[in-house]
């Protein structure tokens, strides 16, 4: 490459990086703070800081149904992080109609049922009927 | 400690392919680009090894773990003792008459040089960039290397602030890592039982297998250190690309665009970081373009990661073999994948389904949000800066004509753009609300091949 085209590329290169670097720098300040301000918390209080009630919501899932139950979900707009963070426990279809929850119930007797609704906002779990336990 | 588990993981993946790299790539001293090349070949042969695992329902369980990690340590060398028949696998070339040793397989660029007779100087020996005369700039190594190193610094702390949060981390991958940690296979309920809600659950499982086998090494999931998995994998991608940049450009303008690339916002935005975001976009990108620049001897082997990483792969790979015009090299990949196609087949088709009859009425309307889509991604400089000005840039300056390996990666590039545009023009959901999320991540997918031929471009008169 001629000595001038190398130049040119250079200096290209350098204006291109200074530009990267006005929004590097700040972004990397901010993952610093970031990773200081949680320095030593736990996994799911992370979670918490970062996602605020509705991992409450989901902590209090998983106290309740015992890990490898099968989940009926009762819901017209399923969350779509619930599978995730409930598995070992397996959430399978259920209804997409907040009244379907006893018919859901009778239909899957041996499974737990969550309903969900987010208009009004609803969230109960419901035990197998077939086990005895009281309603959470 | 996790965190030091998951360095260890990442050193045990590309120790393990280290030995499988001087298996198929004999004649390549050690180098920092071969350790980018050896963790490509050991995440896709420790990730596809657990999948084949599974399909011949050979045990994982317990020690079984460690008994196939092992034994994908010792195949490559036991193999390069059948094979190539000698005890030799150091990286010097043979002696000649001493031995049966083939000759060094080389990189896309590198072949073209030794074929072209005007590249050679004088004596012989092959022309390259570095030979250009021009004595390199001192700054640019030292900036260079700590631009990257603060890239690098910015995504290690945010990978390890926050568990992954995005929808493609958890939904997609992180949910069948988590089934694959506590079930060790894909042959379960949680995959196969189409009543329980397992979004894409037919999508490619190396980045879930990888995944889980961390989790394994540390006994319970952790989606917030495994992160750091994604870091690697873009440290490797910048390799790759500082190793195909330096075939053609003197090393320090290799390492500068390199730092340029790494530095590009988008990587290391706070929310949507890409270099540790736990989605298989880099993943992807590095095998892509790994797959286009790598010698002929890796190519099944990274077809196997182009495919198994995301879908786009099935196409591109494709596109890649026939503008390479490795031919040889399609059947022992096709013979490779030949498992994951049949298992895909088995696995509920739940996503939206891409290839139904188009509603032709209506791509026409389509191409106009795309466009806009496109234009407003393109002038983003919150996260691209001035990359995609320069690469036009770069396209069009005048540079005489272009060496046949830079056509076949600019051919690549309009090819994979064609080939998503066809996707989003088919999309049977609303392209609204998929253009914004997605077209960021697949632009990073272009980025690799089209920085390697522009390097590559303007390296090309060195002599």
Same mark, same amino acid.
């Given at each position: 490459?001629?000595?001038s ?11 291109a990086g200074i ?11 901010k993952?610093?703070?970031a990773?200081r ?5 736990s996994?799911?209080e992370?979670r918490f800081?970062q996602?605020?009630?509705?991992y409450?919501?989901i ?29 070992p426990?397996?959430l ?9 929850e006893?018919?859901v119930?009778k239909?899957?007797p041996g499974?737990w049922v969550?309903v ?7 969230m ?12 959470a | 400690?996790p965190?030091?588990?998951?360095c ?7 120790g ?6 001087r298996w198929?790539v ?8 071969t ?5 490509v070949l050991?995440?896709?042969v420790w990730?596809?090894?657990q999948?084949l ?5 050979l ?5 079984w773990l460690?008994v ?6 010792v195949?490559p060398?036991?193999?390069?003792l059948?094979i ?8 010097s ?8 040793m083939?000759?060094?397989?080389r990189?896309?660029?590198?072949a073209s040089v ?5 590249t050679?100087?004088?004596a012989g020996?092959p022309v390259?960039?570095r ?5 390199e700039?001192?700054w ?5 290397l ?7 610094l910015?995504?290690a702390?945010?990978a390890l602030?926050v568990?992954?949060?995005m929808w493609?981390?958890?939904v997609i ?10 079930e060790q296979?894909f042959?379960?309920r949680?995959?196969l039982?189409?009543?329980v809600?397992?979004y894409s659950?037919d ?5 879930p297998?990888?995944?889980?086998g961390f989790?394994r090494?540390l006994?319970h ?5 495994? *992160?750091l998995l994604?870091? @690697?994998?873009? $440290?490797?991608w910048l390799?790759?690309?500082?190793d195909? =940049? +330096?075939?053609?450009?003197r ?8 730092a340029f ?19 298989a ?24 990661g ?6 786009e792969?099935i ?6 073999w026939?503008?390479?015009g ?9 013979l490779l994948l030949a498992?994951w ?5 088995l ?8 290839? *139904?009859a188009p509603?032709? @009425?209506?791509? $026409?309307e389509?191409l106009k949000?795309?466009?806009?889509? =496109? +234009?407003?991604?393109?002038?983003r400089?919150?996260?691209?800066g001035a990359?995609w000005?320069?690469?036009?840039l770069?396209?069009?300056w005048p540079?005489?004509?272009l060496r046949n390996?830079?056509k076949?990666l ?11 545009a ?9 392209l609204v609300?998929l253009l914004?999320i997605t ?5 990073i997918?272009l980025?690799g ?5 522009l390097?590559?471009?303007f390296g090309e008169?060195a002599?």
């Amino acid at each position: 490459m001629k000595r001038s085209s190398s130049r040119l590329l250079l200096t290209v290169l350098l204006a291109a990086g200074i530009v990267n670097v006005v929004f590097v720098v700040p972004n990397s300040w901010k993952a610093l703070a970031a990773f200081r301000a949680v320095e030593g918390l736990s996994n799911p209080e992370r979670r918490f800081l970062q996602k605020g009630d509705w991992y409450r919501a989901i902590l209090s899932l998983e106290n309740q149904v015992p890990k490898n139950a099968e989940v009926r979900l009762v819901s017209p707009a399923p969350p779509w992080y619930l599978a995730y963070y409930l598995y070992p426990r397996l959430l399978k279809k259920g209804s997409e109609a907040l009244s379907d929850e006893d018919a859901v119930r009778k239909r899957n007797p041996g499974d737990w049922v969550l309903v969900y609704g987010e208009s009004p906002p609803e969230m109960k779990i419901l035990p197998p009927l077939t086990s005895g336990t009281p309603h959470a | 400690m996790p965190e030091l588990l998951i360095c260890l993981y990442v050193a045990y993946l590309a120790g393990m392919g280290r030995f499988w790299h001087r298996w198929l790539v004999p004649g390549r001293d050690w180098s920092w680009a071969t350790l980018a090349w050896s963790f490509v070949l050991g995440t896709i042969v420790w990730g596809y090894g657990q999948f084949l695992l599974n399909v011949f329902n050979l045990p994982v369980h317990g020690m079984w773990l460690y008994v196939w990690q092992t034994m994908l340590v010792v195949v490559p060398r036991v193999l390069q003792l059948v094979i190539r028949g000698g005890p030799s696998i150091t990286s010097s070339p043979p002696v000649s008459g001493g031995g049966s040793m083939d000759p060094p397989p080389r990189l896309l660029a590198e072949a073209s040089v030794g074929a072209c007779p005007c590249t050679r100087s004088v004596a012989g020996a092959p022309v390259t960039a570095r030979d250009d005369g021009n004595k390199e700039a001192t700054w640019i190594k030292p900036v260079a290397l700590c631009l990257i190193g603060v890239a690098l610094l910015t995504a290690a702390l945010q990978a390890l602030a926050v568990p992954m949060h995005m929808w493609d981390s958890i939904v997609i991958y992180g949910f069948k890592a988590k089934i694959l940690f506590y079930e060790q296979t894909f042959k379960t309920r949680a995959f196969l039982d189409p009543e329980v809600l397992h979004y894409s659950a037919d999508y490619p499982l190396l980045i879930p297998y990888l995944e889980s086998g961390f989790y394994r090494w540390l006994g319970h999931p952790d989606d917030r250190v495994v *992160r750091l998995l994604f870091t @690697a994998y873009w $440290a490797a991608w910048l390799g790759i690309l500082y190793d195909a =940049l +330096a075939l053609r450009l003197r090393r320090d303008k290799a390492l500068g665009l390199v730092a340029f690339v790494a530095t590009l916002p988008l990587f290391s935005n706070m929310y949507m970081g890409q270099a540790s975001s736990g989605f298989a976009d880099i993943p992807f990108a590095l095998y892509w373009t790994s797959f286009l620049v790598c010698p002929a001897s890796l190519l099944p082997f990274l077809a196997v990661g182009c495919v198994f990483t995301k879908n786009e792969g099935i196409p591109l790979v494709l596109i890649g073999w026939v503008l390479r015009g490795q031919y040889r090299s399609m059947l022992p990949g096709l013979l490779l994948l030949a498992p994951w196609g049949w298992s895909r087949h088995l696995l509920p088709h739940n996503a939206a389904h891409y290839l *139904r009859a188009p509603e032709w @009425a209506l791509l $026409a309307e389509r191409l106009k949000p795309i466009g806009s889509s =496109l +234009a407003g991604e393109i002038v983003r400089f919150r996260n691209w800066g001035a990359f995609w000005f320069l690469s036009l840039l770069g396209l069009c300056w005048p540079m005489g004509p272009l060496r046949n390996e830079t056509k076949i990666l600019l051919t690549a590039v309009g090819l994979q753009s064609a080939c998503y545009a066809f996707v989003y023009l088919i999309y049977p959901q609303n392209l609204v609300l998929l253009l914004p999320i997605t077209m960021p991540r697949l632009l990073i997918h272009l980025v690799g091949p089209l920085v390697v031929a522009l390097g590559w471009k303007f390296g090309e008169k060195a002599d």
